[in-house]
């Protein structure tokens, strides 16, 4: 199985999307889509926004208001969400090994995420969304560019090749 780890703020959305009073740019949903459709992959979200998700019987579903138009929106554009990482820890990477070493089946992965600081030994598979450098802490969404077509092939080409995953 292949997985798209996906963080949502500073990758489906910037600065701009906000000012809109958008919650998500449908146009960068639909990169995914071509990501996922080339390649297979599923999306594991790993946002903060995962608490507005549940797994009901291994079923990713909304439980908030919030939740549900995010949910509404990646179906409208054809994207399902495939599972989410747990509250379980502060790092987000550290979430991401824990999701990783309770799988069997993972071929290779990926991480989408506007924020390079939080990974350290999965930094070679992020998909970096914002100009911020590795060293530097985001402290501004007008840093960050989205998923933008650029990102496209890169993705692909990561997913389709095959990579040790942590165990």
């Not at 069997?104 to 390079?116: A, Q």
Request: proline content about 1%; aromatic content about 8%.
């Amino acid at each position: 199985m292949k997985i798209i780890f996906l963080d949502i703020d500073g990758v489906l959305n910037t600065s701009e999307t906000f000012d809109s009073n958008r919650e998500i740019d449908e146009f960068r949903l639909e990169y995914l889509k071509q990501i996922m459709d080339k390649t297979g992959a599923k999306i594991v979200l790993s946002s903060s926004r995962i608490r507005h998700f549940e797994n009901e019987n291994g079923v990713i579903v909304p439980r908030t208001l919030m939740g549900k138009r995010l949910y509404d929106l990646f179906q409208k554009c054809g994207v399902k969400i495939y599972d989410k990482i747990s509250n379980n820890s502060n790092e987000r990477e550290e979430q991401i090994k824990e999701w990783l070493s309770s799988k069997d089946d993972i071929e290779s992965f990926i991480i989408i995420d506007d924020e390079p600081s939080m990974f350290f030994d999965l930094y070679d598979r992020l998909i970096q969304t914002s100009k911020v450098k590795r060293n530097e802490i985001l402290m501004d969404m007008d840093d960050c560019t989205g998923l933008c077509e650029k990102h496209i092939r890169i993705a692909v080409d990561m997913l389709n090749s095959k990579v040790k995953t942590l165990k």
